[in-house]
């Protein structure tokens, strides 16, 4: 295990639904992630919040809403989703300023948009 | 210019054999080269990376050669084994004051025994 822990593995969602994702890490980091990991893609970065503040939203669309109310919890709010945002999503972690700024991932959620 | 291009896209070793993977880039800010590898189920874990003040970096059968010229980067994975068999990311990072990787497209590893 990465330290990195990530609910619900799987996640089967209607295009009117409201759901969340939530990521967890253990390794006293102070920068996390999520990306989208579609097929045949390179790792989408979606967001960035570094010491609890977000500094990068790769123009993702406004039905992703991300959430850290601490360095140790990531959230990923998802609402009206459309078929495409069917994907592996990933969340990551690492510390920032470090000699080597590993990224650690989760294990992800696989979520279908029906 | 931030974009990092990975070949090949699939790959298909016996084994005991050597893997190449290939990996170039543009921007010449990015300063840290890390290869991540991902089995299904799993997220990306890392298996090695090099910065840009050495040209090759060894752990046990994994191995970065780097080109900073070239701007290009390789692992090679020697004496393949059917559990090496996952997919490959080669990334890169640089130019920010947070962590943000750029990743390649992956590689799908195939060891056959």
């Known amino acids: 295990e990465t330290g990195v822990t990530q609910t619900p593995r799987h996640l089967v969602m209607g295009m009117t639904n409201k759901k969340s994702l939530k990521c967890e890490q253990h390794?006293?980091?102070?920068?996390m992630y999520w990306y989208k990991q579609s097929a045949k893609k390179p790792l989408e970065l979606m967001f960035v919040?570094?010491?609890?503040?977000?500094?990068e939203n790769n123009s993702v669309p406004s039905r992703f809403s991300p959430e850290c109310p601490n360095s140790s919890h990531l959230f990923l709010h998802l609402h009206t989703l459309q078929p495409e945002d069917s994907a592996l999503y990933l969340c990551?972690?690492?510390?920032?300023?470090?000699?080597?700024?590993?990224?650690?991932f989760g294990p992800g959620t696989r979520l279908l948009v029906l | 210019q931030q974009q990092v291009k990975q070949s090949p896209q699939s790959l298909i070793v016996q084994k005991g054999g050597i893997s190449i993977i290939n990996c170039a880039y543009e921007?010449?800010?990015?300063?840290?080269f890390p290869w991540y590898q991902q089995f299904p189920g799993k997220g990306p874990a890392l298996l090695i990376a090099?910065?840009?003040?050495?040209s090759e970096k060894k752990e046990g059968r994994f191995t970065i050669s780097f080109n900073k010229s070239a701007k290009q980067f390789s692992l090679h994975i020697m004496d393949s084994q059917p559990g090496d068999s996952a997919t490959y990311f080669c990334?890169?990072?640089?130019?920010?004051?947070?962590?943000?990787?750029?990743f390649g497209q992956g590689t799908i590893l195939t060891v056959h025994p």
């Open positions: 990551a972690s690492s510390q920032v300023m470090a000699e080597q700024e590993t990224q650690y």
């Open positions: 390794l006293g980091h102070n920068a």
């Open positions: 919040y570094s010491l609890e503040e977000r500094v």
């Open positions: 921007n010449t800010a990015f300063d840290y």
């Open positions: 090099i910065r840009p003040d050495v």
């Open positions: 990334a890169a990072d640089g130019g920010t004051s947070y962590g943000k990787l750029t």
